[in-house]
């Protein structure tokens, strides 16, 4: 299927019409949108102060996201019972593990906007499966039973899937007051990405990158934000572990996969646009603007691993480049001698 129907390894994902509710705002991206993208799915979803994503879990992917702007709260909870509850600004990551349900409140000020990263391109709605539509689709006397309420005021639960919905700004009060169990209020589920010192390469630009060893909880997924000056070059490399799932955060960038065979797709990316690599295949990123690059990137494994050409290249006898390209000896000792990962212009 790769090699035949894939033509495009990029995704207009703010360009998509989005999905609007009370609340909120969404635009997704899974394979049946975006036919390259077989590992991962992405989203980007807006919430307004006290506008939440309903309780709701996923059935085939866990959800990894990161914060671009704006403050929300989320509430999770674990198959042994405990409950946490998490508060994201700018910058910050979270993790929730497959099949566990969750919510997501927008706290204000303002809008808050985050990206989802999910580690099933197959995610969508279809396996997301919401608090109000599970309760809605069994008979109405055993929701009254369940839920200790008459059949009236089972009537007065909402009749199809919320999805988004508009509350009240909640505050910390709110978290500890009621007389159910309490919540952790937690950072289990939160790591502060932008808060981490970043891997410099000067002139070149910067990397922050988290993996279940900074963030033990997030087992399945990786993350890092990639800043490129301009006319830097992530350098030609490939994943042997993980697909890679990008969502260009401001600038422009070009990409090269190469998939084998003579096969490659070079394409450009403007701010807002997806860009995927599968598996294994090579790929660089060049940013081609006048300003840094920002570029939010996930993986679906929670162990990063990346070979560098330049590394792999510093790491063989040049007898052997001179023989493999078929070079001068002088010509073999001008590839890079050491790792370079981003080159600068
Ligand atoms: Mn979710
Ligand atoms: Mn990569």
Not at 53 to 59: G, Q, T, Y
Not at 71 to 84: E, K, L, N, Q, V
Not at 147 to 163: A, T
Not at 189 to 218: C, K, M
Request: aromatic share 10%; proline share 7%.
């Amino acid at each position: 299927m790769m090699e035949k129907e894939i033509l495009s390894f990029k995704y207009q994902l703010e360009k998509k019409e989005p999905r609007l509710g009370s609340g909120g705002i969404t635009r997704g991206a899974s394979v049946h949108d975006f036919p390259a993208s077989t590992g991962i799915a992405g989203v980007s979803m807006r919430l307004e102060p006290g506008g939440m994503r309903e309780l709701h879990w996923h059935a085939n992917a866990a959800e990894w996201a990161y914060v671009l702007s704006g403050h929300c709260r989320t509430t999770i909870i674990h198959p042994d019972g405990s409950s946490y509850i998490d508060t994201f600004g700018p910058g910050d990551t979270w993790y929730f593990p497959k099949g566990y349900g969750h919510s997501i409140q927008g706290i204000g000020p303002g809008e808050c906007h985050f990206i989802l990263i999910f580690d099933n391109g197959d995610f969508s709605e279809d396996h997301t499966f919401s608090i109000t539509d599970f309760i809605r689709s069994v008979p109405k006397e055993i929701a009254a039973q369940n839920l200790g309420l008459s059949l009236e005021e089972v009537d007065l639960l909402p009749k199809k899937e919320v999805y988004f919905a508009l509350g009240d700004v909640p505050d910390d009060a709110s978290c500890i007051s009621s007389p159910r169990p309490i919540p952790e209020l937690s950072s289990k589920h939160r790591y502060p990405l932008d808060a981490q010192q970043p891997r410099r390469i000067p002139g070149g630009g910067t990397q922050r990158l988290v993996t279940s060893t900074e963030f033990p909880i997030s087992t399945t997924m990786s993350g890092s934000v990639i800043e490129l000056q301009p006319g830097a070059l992530r350098e030609m490399h490939w994943h042997p572990n993980a697909d890679e799932w990008q969502y260009y955060i401001s600038g422009t960038a070009e990409m090269t996969v190469f998939l084998a065979e003579g096969k490659a797709v070079t394409e450009h990316f403007e701010t807002g646009d997806v860009g995927y690599v599968p598996m294994g295949a090579g790929h660089y990123i060049k940013n081609t603007g006048e300003d840094v690059c920002r570029i939010l990137i996930g993986f679906n494994n929670g162990h990063y691993e990346a070979i560098d050409l330049s590394e792999w290249l510093a790491t063989n006898p040049e007898a052997l480049l001179q023989g493999n390209f078929g070079i001068s000896k002088n010509l073999a000792e001008k590839f890079p001698s050491q790792k370079l990962f981003i080159k600068p212009k």
